[in-house]
């Protein structure tokens, strides 16, 4: 299957300040790509889906503002938490689809941010 | 609202096939049924998919029912390396349909 990777696979950072994490497709281009935050014990909830040169659109009750998504290129997605706080920590995971209605979605290996 | 519900937990025993079920009662006729695994601290994978006919890959075989209205994953020979969350989702497939996904069931298999 195709791989998607992600950077870094663990972050600390302490609160109020911002991090970012890179979501690459790398060895297809991907049109669309999703982020999902998952805390522990509980399922994978999806934060937003992004396509290539769009805006992204944000599910119900994520912050826009807070979690900064930009898909500039066929290959990469960033997600940059800003002014992060504790209740932030928490496994981010991304994933990627080649075209619409494509049947498969990629999954990376997801970073777990722990905010101090 | 869940559109699939599945067991909370499982046990399997090594070597044996583990049938994971799932309820999709609402199913509707071009939704298809798709299965992902995570294993503990790692991104979800993909495992198989079905609309209405049965499915064998090299990962396992999925058996739609001729209602749609239930499905199970069969893992004909379980490692220990299968020990994971296992997700039953539902999912047009067209346009930015979104995988959304529930509780699954956590499969644990006990060598």
């Known amino acids: 299957g195709a791989v998607v990777s992600q950077h870094p696979s663990w972050v600390i950072c302490k609160s109020g300040t911002s991090v970012k994490i890179e979501c690459r497709s790398l060895d297809f281009q991907a049109t669309t790509m999703f982020w999902y935050r998952q805390f522990p014990k509980q399922s994978l909830m999806l934060m937003a889906t992004s396509n290539e040169g769009s805006k992204a659109t944000y599910e119900q009750g994520v912050e826009k503002d807070k979690f900064l998504i930009n898909h500039a290129s066929l290959t990469l997605s960033t997600l940059t938490v800003t002014s992060a706080h504790p209740e932030d920590s928490s496994f981010y995971i991304c994933?990627?689809?080649w075209g619409q209605g494509a049947y498969e979605q990629y999954f990376g290996p997801g970073t777990r941010l722990t905010v101090t | 609202d869940a559109k699939t519900t599945q067991p909370t937990s499982m046990d399997c025993a090594e070597g044996r096939a583990a049938n994971l079920p799932c309820n999709h009662s609402t199913i509707s006729g071009n939704e298809y049924v798709y299965w992902y695994r995570q294993i503990h601290s790692q991104g979800p994978q993909y495992i198989i998919h079905g609309l209405k006919n049965n499915e064998t890959n090299e990962m396992a075989s999925l058996i739609i029912t001729e209602d749609r209205k239930s499905s199970t994953l069969i893992l004909p020979h379980a490692t220990l390396r299968d020990t994971a969350v296992y997700y039953c989702?539902?999912?047009?497939?067209?346009?930015?349909?979104?995988?959304?996904f529930g509780t699954g069931t956590r499969l644990t298999i006990i060598p």
């Open positions: 994933s990627a689809r």
């Open positions: 989702i539902v999912k047009r497939n067209f346009g930015n349909e979104k995988l959304t």
